[in-house]
């Protein structure tokens, strides 16, 4: 079945440490790939996306994400967070067959300790 | 570029009566909008698809009749929640994708709460 994995619910981090947030998808082709953010109470703001080219792609914020074939991953990193990185992520995949709709994944939660 | 509102951003109501939510994209014209209902602590769901001048394309296992949405132009689309229960209480997000966008790129509304009495 098709589908977009975030296999982390919660990730607390300090502040200053590094983060990483997985993604996994399953589809027959590779899809269009998203990183988003959600704040508490608001929509979502699009840190960043892949769609071809490049492996390694840069956002916004400071985040980047590496897009992985051979582990069907689309990981997000940043090496160094901020207490405002606190948030919901949420990764996305859009299929050019599925009209590019987006299925997320069930979003991760980050908690940033002082 | 690329702004997508809400209006209301919070609304409270009775059971049974009906909630209408604006989406507007600002500043350019939006080929087609997605209307999503996100419950607490849980992923986005699609609702439907909408496009301007045509009648909105649900998901499976959305009522059509309890969601009206109507997409009048190219600027603006509206979501109805009909006769309203408390278990319609989420939050409603839409987005827009921007005419001669490539891949079909949704731009994210603020979202509107909406609390059923």
């Known amino acids: 079945a098709q589908s977009v994995t975030q296999p982390d619910i919660h990730i607390t981090v300090s502040e200053g440490a590094s983060l990483e947030l997985r993604c996994n998808y399953s589809?027959?082709?590779?899809?269009?790939l998203f990183w988003y953010v959600q704040s508490p109470g608001q929509g979502l703001q699009l840190l960043l996306k892949?769609?071809?080219?490049?492996?390694l792609v840069q956002g916004i914020k400071g985040f980047e994400a590496e897009f992985k074939r051979s582990q069907s991953s689309f990981n997000l990193r940043k090496p160094s967070v901020h207490w405002s990185d606190a948030a919901e992520y949420f990764c996305?995949?859009?299929?050019?067959?599925?009209?590019?709709?987006?299925?997320f994944g069930a979003g991760t939660t980050v908690t940033v300790r002082a | 570029g690329a702004v997508v509102s809400q209006h209301p951003s919070w609304v409270i109501c009775k059971s049974g009566t009906s909630v209408k939510i604006e989406c507007r994209s600002l500043?350019?014209?939006?080929?087609?909008m997605f209307w999503y209902r996100q419950f607490p602590k849980q992923s986005l769901m699609l609702m439907a698809t909408?496009?301007?001048?045509?009648?909105?394309?649900?998901e499976q296992g959305v009522e059509k009749d309890k969601f009206l949405i109507n997409h009048a132009s190219l600027t603006l689309s509206t979501l109805t929640v009909t006769s309203a229960h408390p278990e319609d209480s989420s939050f409603y997000i839409c987005?827009?994708?921007?005419?001669?966008?490539?891949?079909?790129?949704?731009?994210f509304g603020p979202g509107t709460r909406l609390t059923v009495l």
């Open positions: 987005s827009a994708t921007r005419l001669g966008s490539p891949y079909n790129e949704q731009f």
């Open positions: 909408s496009n301007e001048g045509s009648k909105a394309t649900y």
């Open positions: 500043d350019f014209q939006a080929t087609t």
């Open positions: 996305a995949v859009a299929l050019p067959s599925n009209d590019y709709k987006l299925s």
């Open positions: 892949y769609f071809s080219g490049d492996t």
């Open positions: 589809y027959g082709a590779t899809p269009y």
